[in-house]
Each structure stands twice: as C-alpha cells, then as structure tokens.
C-alpha cells in the first residue's frame, strides 16, 4: 500500500501545472536539440541543469527528464531523411531508415520509428517501477568480466551486419576494432597510433566519425548523382505515417523484446545507448524471416533500435537512483543535479523520496508520449524534405554535420576526421563495403579491451570461470556457430544422402 501510494504522490505532482508545463518545455527542447546532428541529450542536461536552482524535486526533474527522455527520438528524424544520426545511438536507424526514404517511404519509417520510441520510453519507465528491489543483487554481482563478454557477444554482431557479404563486413568490423585502439593504451598510459598528434591521444571521438561515415558520404554521393534524396510523388508519403504506426503493432513482440534489451543494457554501467541500439539490431536481423533484406529498408531494422534507445533511459535510471551509480554519460551528469534538487542517490532515496522516484518513472513514460505525438503531427511535412533539390539540401546537411562535429571538443581535428571518413564513406558505397561493422568495432572495441584489463589484473584467467561470464560465453559461441549449423541443416534437407 505504500508503494501504490508514492506511485499515486508521484503521478500527481507530475501532472500539478509547474512540473507539467515544464516537462513540456523539455520534450519540445529535447526534440529540437536531437534533430541537431552531434548535440545530443548530455549537451541538452548540460545546459538545463543551472536552471532548476531553487525548484523543488519533481518540477527539476520534469524539466531536465523530459528534455533528455527524448533527444534519441528526435534523433531518429535525420537518420531516417537524411542519414544523419541525431545522436551516436541514432546509428542503427540509418542503416534501414534512410534505405526506406530512398523508395519513397520516409513517412512510414518515421511513424515506425516515433511510435516505437513512445512504446520502449513507456517500458523503460515501468521498468523503473518494478524492477530496482529485484535486480539490485543482479547489478551488483557484475563487473568487468561480465562486461567484457557482454561486449564481445555485441561484437559478434559484426558478421550479421555485413549483409549479403559477411566477409565485406568481417573486413569492414576488424578496421573499425583496429581505429579503437587508437590514443592511450588503458593499462599502461602509452599512446598508440597518434602519429604525433595531440588530437588522437585521447582516441577517434564517435560523433565525427559517425557523421562524416553517413551524413557527409551521402551527401557527396548525391552531389555525384544530382537530383534530390528521392524521385518519386510526394502523394506516395502522405498517408504513410500511419502505416508505420501500424508497423509497430504488427511487430509488437519485437518491439518489446528490444525494450527489454534497452532496459536491461541500460542499468550496466559503462555499455551506453550505442550498444543497446546495435544489440536490438543485431538481434532482429537474427530473428527476422528476412535478414537478407537488412540495409535495404526492412521496417523492422527501424523499430528495434529506436525502441532500444528510449527504453534505455528507464533502465539507467534503475542504478542511478537505487545505487548512485550513473548508468550512462547522462546520467553521471543527472548526478549534479540530484544534488541541487537536495536529494542523494542510493537506497536513502528509495526510503525518504520515493513518490520523487516515482514521479521519476512518470516523466519517462509521459514525456515520451508527448515527444512521439509532437515530432508524429509534423513528420508528413518533414518527409516532404526528401524532395529538394540537392544543390539546396547538400549545402544545409554539410553545414549541419561540420557544426555537430566541431562542437564535440571545439577542435578542428574533429572536422578533418569528419570528412576524411566522409571520402571513407563514399569509396565503401562504391565498392559495396558496409558501414556499419565499423561503427560497431570502433564503439565497442574500446569498451572491450578496458574490461579485459581489469578482468586480467582482478583475476588473471579464472575471469572465464565466472557463472555469467560462463553464460555469456555460450551466448558467444551460439552466435558464432548457429549460423553454420543452420546451412548444415538446409543442405542436408535439400540433399539428404
């Protein structure tokens, strides 16, 4: 009865007209900055936070909730028109968004990829409601080697992502793991491959380099082409957006797997929304009964990875909140503002501010609705972008992309790495080379050597022993292998002798 209670004080502090109206000014900040390439929700907090000075918990947290809840939501619009990742976790979406916006159907995978939000942003938030007092010993029962393998089983996705070609994309994930090695080593301090460089000491920054892979690539290739983005009838987009709405409900269990995906990468510390979105895509092109037509605009490479992102933040919140450890860059900076609100992370909170946690819950699952329905109401006239000329539409993107990529650390070398994996971009459309594996082995080769180290200098090799590092070495080896035995199986079908 006391829980129902906090859960009822929460709802009805987040619906008094302060914390409401300011949740709205957040959701609508928060889908304009994400539409923004390279800004992104941490710069979006970053900014927030020295205005809840003086604001009582619930009408802080609306603000800088809300605001944040939905960057990765408006992120999903660029991806899908221009191939463009709002944010690094964004990504995915590209890889079937903007293949969807080429024929013509920019509308549905809009539809698709908003409503897909709003359903993994309501599930992270009950996530949040009913999981802190379950897993508590789960979260703390992980460390590095637990990481280590979790990220070795997401790049393991390398292959999948190759498409048709799993060699072009084995090729492709081995450079992106080779560029990760890039700056200092983290066991030994020495800097690796910097060529003399200050910029490369502290490694490829991501944001730079996704930009300039999609957005400045494909930019080039339409200069090269002419035109606009898509050639057909605007009439083919107009009712579109409802299909992808209905997209979503057609694949309702994917959906919600990937939700649970998000939420549950999300309370491991150090993972971030990247893996969680490439996980989910991973993980639909695996079960999906076309993987063969992933990257060339199947619906269901949009819904997962957009439902990943938004159901993150309710999974990061479980171990902020319950143990003050920030589950994402985000919320370490969330973690300031607890302390100007006057409440402290950790099991206190859930004693002595728990209609605060609650109401915590509520602002996800609402301002994500809000969010989808904003973005959703003008995404008809956003597909309709997809018509302009390219002399107009290249010089706007570019624009875009170079100020996304400059003000990840105001350095110029962030705008030479930009366009030199731009031309990267470019040559591997030409001759036919994924991009994707190199995304994945750039962001998850570095997390992965990190808790090898600790992994090695906290147990040598006995790290393998462990009984969830066990379980996701199966995990591993079935990923590897249940390809091959699954074409064993159809030959034997097709020629049983």
Not at 196 to 215: N, R, T
Not at 227 to 251: F, N, P
Request: aromatic content about 10%; charged content about 10%; overall charge positive.
């Amino acid at each position: 009865m006391d829980t129902i209670s906090a859960a009822m004080q929460g709802l009805t502090g987040v619906f008094a007209l302060k914390p409401f109206l300011l949740m709205m000014v957040g959701v609508v900040l928060g889908n304009v900055v994400g539409i923004i390439p390279g800004l992104g929700g941490q710069f979006l907090l970053a900014i927030l936070i020295p205005f809840v000075f003086g604001m009582d918990a619930i009408s802080g947290f609306s603000l800088l909730l809300g605001a944040h809840a939905v960057t990765a939501t408006g992120g999903s619009i660029t991806s899908i028109l221009f191939n463009t990742p709002g944010e690094s976790a964004n990504t995915p979406t590209c890889f079937d968004g903007f293949a969807m916006t080429k024929k013509g159907q920019a509308g549905r995978a809009m539809g698709a990829a908003l409503w897909s939000s709003a359903v993994g942003g309501v599930i992270g938030a009950i996530a949040l409601m009913v999981i802190i007092p379950i897993l508590r010993p789960i979260v703390l029962s992980f460390g590095p080697p637990e990481f280590f393998m979790l990220t070795v089983l997401g790049i393991c996705f390398i292959g999948t992502l190759g498409g048709v070609s799993p060699i072009k994309g084995l090729v492709t994930g081995i450079l992106g793991l080779s560029l990760s090695l890039v700056g200092g080593d983290p066991a030994t301090g020495v800097v690796r491959y910097a060529f003399g460089s200050l910029y490369l000491w502290e490694g490829l920054k991501q944001i730079p380099v996704v930009i300039g892979l999609f957005a400045v690539s494909e930019m080039i290739e339409l200069g090269v082409q002419g035109g606009s983005l898509v050639s057909t009838e605007i009439g083919e987009v107009k009712d579109s957006v409802w299909e992808g709405i209905k997209d979503v409900h057609r694949h309702i269990w994917l959906t919600i797997k990937s939700s649970v995906i998000g939420v549950y990468i999300g309370f491991l510390p150090g993972l971030g929304g990247q893996a969680s979105a490439f996980f989910t895509y991973g993980y639909a092109q695996r079960t999906s009964k076309h993987p063969e037509t992933f990257g060339q605009g199947n619906i269901e490479g949009v819904i997962a990875p957009e439902a990943a992102n938004n159901a993150k933040e309710g999974g990061a919140l479980i171990t902020t909140v319950g143990f003050g450890v920030p589950g994402s860059s985000g919320m370490a900076i969330l973690l300031g503002a607890f302390l100007i609100l006057g409440v402290a992370p950790g099991p206190k909170m859930l004693n002595e501010h728990l209609p605060v946690v609650f109401a915590m819950a509520w602002i996800l699952a609402i301002a994500n609705l809000i969010g989808a329905i904003q973005t959703l109401i003008f995404a008809k006239q956003m597909a309709r972008v997809t018509f302009i000329r390219g002399t107009v539409l290249i010089p706007l993107i570019l624009l875009c992309g170079v100020l996304g990529s400059y003000t990840t650390s105001d350095s110029m070398g962030d705008l030479a790495v930009t366009f030199i994996f731009g031309l990267l971009g470019y040559y591997m459309k030409v001759y036919n080379y994924p991009r994707a594996p190199l995304v994945l082995g750039l962001i998850l080769g570095r997390i992965a050597e990190i808790n090898l180290h600790f992994s090695y200098a906290m147990f040598g090799m006995a790290f393998l022993t462990r009984p969830f590092t066990l379980l996701f070495l199966a995990l591993v080896l079935w990923t590897i292998f249940s390809p091959l035995i699954k074409r064993l199986r159809n030959r034997t079908k097709v020629n049983p002798a």
